[in-house]
């Protein structure tokens, strides 16, 4: 029996991969509450197809705090929580530990915190997810992203944690892409590095995370699993 009433919750859905997936959701007959932390076109649209926007920064305590609290004023349940929220910072002089604790609080920080104090909602849900969107630079590490790669490891350690911890009412699994979108300041010569480094060379889109969130939605048999959506790095 499916509850399918209860909205999913999805982070950062202002833009590229969070706004496809909120959208694809909408498009399926999902109701959708969704953060932002910056007013953009995106966030109009999701609106404007029936979603419930909510403010949220999550660099602080604070702020996820504050967002758990208002987020229960608009639901008592829910069928998912997608955290997709994130920031890929590179270490800066001067401002590494800054840094650090921003990606460590919206990475890990958040996604404890959110899942601890809304368990109640998806528990009025049958079937229940939570999935947590991680990056497949954890299997190896990051010599340039040492503290977004770090925080991302944590955020695949919660998904084992809480997997068993709210088994069987709520399954909890990541999904851990490579190169999904580029951004508009990638020059031409980084993206070709960047592409010679899956064996299937491609910039693939967000489709293919919204692909991987229905898998996990649909699968009543998979929790504590993170899919590698990769492109076959792991065999180039
Ligand atoms: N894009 C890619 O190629 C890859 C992406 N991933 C992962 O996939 C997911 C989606 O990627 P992508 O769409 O590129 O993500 P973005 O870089 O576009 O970030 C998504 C959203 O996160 C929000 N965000 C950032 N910091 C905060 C904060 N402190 N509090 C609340 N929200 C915040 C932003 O909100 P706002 O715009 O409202 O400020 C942003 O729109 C991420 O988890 C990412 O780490 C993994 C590997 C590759
Ligand atoms: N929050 C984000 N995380 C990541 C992004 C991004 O744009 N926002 N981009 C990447 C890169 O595409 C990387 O996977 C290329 O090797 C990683 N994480």
């Known amino acids: ?14 833009q590229r991969v969070g706004l496809h997936c909120a959208q694809r959701l909408l498009e399926d007959g999902h109701r959708v509450i969704f953060t932002y932390r910056t007013e953009r076109p995106g966030v109009q649209t999701l609106r404007d197809l029936g979603a419930i926007g909510l ?28 955290h997709n929220a994130s920031e890929w910072l590179a270490e800066t002089p001067g401002s590494e530990a800054e840094a650090f604790t921003r990606m460590i609080n919206l990475h890990m920080l958040a996604p404890y915190l959110i899942n601890l104090h809304c368990a109640d909602l998806l528990q009025r849900s049958t079937p229940a997810d939570i999935i947590h969107i991680s990056d497949d630079v954890t299997r190896k590490g990051s010599s340039k992203h040492i503290g977004y790669c770090a925080s991302k490891a944590g955020l695949d350690s919660l998904t ?18 490579a190169l999904l979108l580029f951004n508009p300041d990638d020059d031409a010569a980084y993206r070709i590095k960047a592409l010679a480094k899956s064996a299937l060379g491609i ?21 504590g699993t993170t899919l590698t959506v990769n492109g076959g790095r792991h065999v180039k």
């Open 55 to 82: 403010f949220a920064d999550f660099s602080s305590e604070a702020g996820i705090l504050a967002f758990i609290s208002e987020l229960k004023n608009h639901t008592d349940s829910l069928r998912a929580i997608v």
């Open 160 to 177: 084992l944690s809480f997997a068993a911890r709210f088994a069987p009412a709520i399954k909890v699994n990541g999904i851990a892409p």
């Open 1 to 14: 029996m499916s509850t399918s009433a209860a909205p999913i919750l999805i982070t950062g859905a202002g």
């Open 203 to 223: 910039e693939p889109g967000s489709e293919v995370i919204y692909q991987s969130l229905r898998y996990l939605l649909d699968n009543p048999y998979v929790t």
